[in-house]
């Protein structure tokens, strides 16, 4: 080959290279690979229409919720999408504490950095979708609002309009107009919540938050922990859900940290006024996954809902050190019980534990909830749930719930209690559980009354048999060796 053409060549490989380069930066969400706690952020909107991500500093809370705006914004939804779809061209509001910040957050991850002209279009909005935009006055690179292309089945059916706004303009400036989005990227006054929801109501629209919950517990940051209510998602994120930030970089950050604001910056959870249910440090019972010895009893134990999540947990126990093992999770709200039996029995056949509320029967059919997932296969105790009986009683004992609290926090404390790592939402609601002038608040917390009801029932767990293997799919046959209490 000659000099003239290998230099043609590479020339030509550059120019590729660099075509890739400008479509990565300037189409970034055609390249979005969400982690799988954004997903279901992006996912809520299906069965929501406020949503909460409360989560730790630098985890990329801001730059999901730019994804989420630009997404619909757009209708440039990627196949994975299961959230809400916008079909027509919307309104959306994003807004942030200040016009500055706005600007610095909001506008840079939505549009590119306000200070570049050259890299306008390298936000989460692709840079072929951004239409007219207008400045904002006496704010300098700020933007006021701007055009988005928008398009339904891939087809330009006219502009989407996404304003940019500021807390500090009170509660005047968020009244008035009918929206379909709101993006709030920061901890909001509770009138403006309000408002942001009187906003939506029409167009049975939907308001998203993404902020670390630096102010404490506000009134919003109270309904969605402690009164939420159907249409209402809360999710967490931390530190450990954020593989792109380094041991090295979290090591720094905790260093310039005050010790009382830890949990608060690493894991998003708001300080609370009467105290954590479970007083462990999350760190003394994270584990990582590891393969479960055969001879290691199992058990599962479910929550039954509908609003709030249907939720299950599967427990593995060393009898020799006397240790439980939360080993999988399963959580899911507003689906029927032939749904949820599929889940349960995808991942194993053992025993099953149920609270005293799946006694209930079925209007019409008159059949109990436990009844019904029993037809479905799934491998439920023949009673309801109860703690076990007191030394040198008979039969059964009751199903209050302090007597296993008291008994899960001995095992934390003693090291006698693990939960694998994988388990996102179980620890999102581990950081979420507490109480409040000394009561439990009962918000949130259907893994943990599901690990309370398991962790309460290893008298009726069983070995799986070798013959089966463990969380392998339901051939519809039990084959579990009692388990000898003895042994």
């Given at each position: 080959m000659s000099r003239q053409k290998k230099l043609q060549l590479l020339n030509q490989l550059e120019e590729l290279a660099q075509e890739k380069r400008d479509r990565e930066t300037f189409n970034r969400l055609r390249y979005f690979k969400p982690y799988e706690w954004q997903k279901k952020l992006l996912s809520a909107s299906r069965d929501n229409r406020q949503s909460l991500l409360m989560a730790a500093n630098r985890v990329g809370k801001s730059y999901v919720g730019a994804m989420n705006v630009s997404y619909h914004a757009t209708g440039r939804y990627p196949d994975w999408w299961q959230g809400h779809r916008w079909e027509h061209p919307i309104t959306i509001w994003v807004s942030g504490v200040s016009s500055e910040s706005t600007r610095d957050i909001i506008q840079k991850e939505l549009i590119g950095p306000p200070e570049n002209m050259e890299l306008y279009g390298s936000g989460t909005i692709p840079k072929e979708d951004l239409g007219e935009r207008t400045r904002k006055p006496q704010v300098p690179n700020a933007v006021q609002s701007i055009l988005v292309a928008h398009h339904t089945d891939g087809v330009f059916d006219g502009w989407s309009s996404v304003i940019f706004k500021a807390y500090e303009q009170g509660e005047a400036k968020f009244m008035g107009s009918s929206v379909h989005e709101i993006w709030l990227d920061e901890q909001p006054p509770d009138g403006l919540f309000t408002q942001c929801i009187t906003r939506t109501a029409n167009t049975r629209g939907n308001v998203t938050m993404t902020f670390t919950p630096e102010d404490g517990v506000t009134p919003v940051v109270h309904q969605f922990t402690k009164d939420?209510?159907?249409?209402?998602?809360?999710?967490?994120?931390?530190?450990?859900?954020?593989?792109?930030?380094?041991?090295?970089?979290?090591?720094?950050?905790l260093a310039v940290y005050s010790e009382h604001e830890r949990d608060m910056r690493s894991k998003g959870?708001?300080?609370?006024?009467?105290?954590?249910?479970?007083?462990?440090?999350?760190?003394d019972i994270l584990i990582e996954p590891f393969e479960i010895p055969e001879y290691w009893p199992a058990i599962a134990a479910i929550d039954f809902g509908w609003d709030h999540p249907t939720a299950v947990v599967w427990l593995r126990w060393d009898r020799d050190s006397d240790t439980i093992y939360v080993v999988d999770e399963y959580r899911q709200q507003k689906e029927t019980i032939a749904y949820h039996a599929t889940a349960?029995?995808?991942?194993?056949?053992?025993?099953?534990v149920w609270p005293h509320d799946g006694m209930k029967h079925e209007t019409g059919s008159g059949i109990s909830m436990a009844d019904q997932y029993r037809a479905h296969g799934v491998n439920m105790l023949a009673t309801h749930f109860t703690n076990p009986p007191a030394p040198g009683e008979r039969g059964t004992g009751n199903y209050k719930i302090e007597p296993g609290i008291n008994a899960l926090n001995e095992r934390m404390q003693t090291g006698r209690f693990k939960v694998f790592k994988t388990c996102n939402d179980w620890f999102s609601e581990f950081r979420m559980y507490h109480r409040e002038d000394g009561k439990i608040v009962a918000l949130n917390d259907d893994l943990m009354s599901a690990t309370r009801?398991?962790?309460?029932?290893?008298?009726?767990?069983?070995?799986?048999?070798?013959?089966?293997?463990?969380?392998?799919p339901f051939d519809g046959k039990l084959k579990y060796e009692p388990l000898d209490l003895l042994a």
């Open positions: 939420r209510k159907p249409g209402q998602f809360l999710i967490g994120a931390t530190w450990e859900d954020a593989p792109h930030l380094t041991k090295e970089v979290k090591d720094q950050l959870i708001p300080i609370f006024g009467s105290g954590p249910v479970f007083v462990a440090p999350e760190d349960i029995i995808a991942r194993d056949t053992c025993p099953v009801y398991a962790s309460q029932s290893l008298r009726f767990a069983e070995i799986p048999s070798r013959s089966r293997g463990y969380q392998r």
